[in-house]
Nanobody, 124 residues
Framework: QVTLVESGGGLVQPGGSLRLSCAAS????????IGWLRQAPGKEREGVSC????????LYADSVKGRFTISRDNAKNTVYLQMNSLKPEDTAVYYC?????????????????WGQGTQVTVSS
């Protein structure tokens, strides 16, 4: 059973930074795509970024390009999302999600496993 545990959320002022972590375990294959998706109040869940352990490719939503960076530490089975220059519109619950595939997507329907989510609030 794949388990994903997020950490690192919190309250930050506009322009500030946060780093989210996703500790993953239980994969049955040697590769997986892990993504970060977020859901703001009253809005649909949207993909933010993902990284493939197959070839290291990364993908970002236009709204976070140049501000967010996804990375992975395979030895620790952990994926990070470094978020800089945060804006109030980045406020959301951030979810880590995984799919045991070499494919690549930011779509919610692509992912089979989900973490519990961590709240990120950007406010002065």
């Amino acid at each position: 059973q794949v388990t994903l545990v997020e950490s690192g959320g919190g309250l930050v002022q506009p322009g500030g930074s946060l780093r989210l972590s996703c500790a993953a375990s239980g994969f049955t294959k040697d590769y997986a795509t892990i993504g970060w998706l977020r859901q703001a109040p009253g809005k649909e869940r949207e993909g933010v970024s993902c990284v493939s352990s197959w070839d290291g490719r990364t993908l970002y939503a236009d709204s976070v390009k140049g501000r967010f960076t996804i990375s992975r530490d395979n030895a620790k089975n952990t994926v990070y999302l470094q978020m800089n220059s945060l804006k109030p519109e980045d406020t959301a619950v951030y979810y880590c999600a995984a799919a045991e595939t070499s494919a690549f997507s930011l779509l919610q329907s692509f992912y089979d496993y989900w973490g519990q989510g961590t709240q990120v609030t950007v406010s002065s």
